[in-house]
């Protein structure tokens, strides 16, 4: 009986992960963005977006203007989100450049990006911001910050029944969840 228990939690757990994942893909192609939920990292983009907000991105065909909120990741592990402040249109090859700029800073951008790079180009946009939702990444921020929390999270998710509390009948009648608490 106790084999039986584990495989069908270990099938349950395959197929939460399986949604998830189908979940996420669906994302990804519905926005077009490779990323289409990242949560903000910095107060760079107060007062508008806090630290821990949760940004719904879009990737989209339209022209990114001068004002729009995007993520761009110019070869760095993080992603950053920021405004556009120009747009710059090459006339030789059509192509676009953006500049931005973090609404609390100071500077323009141009220091984050490759050196000897002045503008960021139509591949390094992840998406455009195109809703967000306050103070729903903290839980992101804290197990980013804090290793031991995300360890312990990790554990504190291992939901499963014990063969132990089974009734006669052989179904569990208590759920039991390990974590550090």
């Known amino acids: 009986m106790q084999i039986r228990h584990a495989l069908v939690h270990l099938i349950t757990l395959g197929m939460v992960i399986s949604s998830a994942l189908m979940i996420w893909k669906g994302l990804i192609i519905m926005t077009g963005s490779e990323s289409p939920l990242v949560v903000v990292l910095s107060e760079s983009m107060e007062p508008g977006f806090e ?8 990737m989209r065909k339209h022209p990114i203007r001068t004002g729009d909120i995007v ?4 070869g760095r592990e993080i992603p950053i989100v ?3 402040i120009e747009v ?6 059509a192509q676009v450049d953006f500049l931005t700029k973090g609404d609390n800073n100071p500077m323009d951008d141009r220091i ?3 050196h000897g790079q002045l503008w960021l180009q139509q591949h390094h946009i992840m998406g455009r911001a195109i ?20 360890y312990c999270n990790v554990e504190g998710f291992c ?3 014990r063969p132990d509390v089974c009734g006669s009948d052989g179904k569990a009648d208590t759920l039991v969840v390990i974590g550090c608490y």
């Open 51 to 58: 630290r821990g907000d949760i940004l719904f991105l879009q």
């Open 71 to 74: 993520v761009f990741n110019d």
């Open 82 to 84: 920021h405004r556009v």
């Open 88 to 93: 710059h249109e090459r006339r030789d090859n």
């Open 112 to 114: 984050l990006y490759t």
């Open 131 to 150: 809703g967000y939702l306050p103070k729903a990444g903290w839980v992101t921020l804290v197990m980013t910050e804090k290793p031991v929390i995300k």
């Open 159 to 161: 939901i499963f029944f």
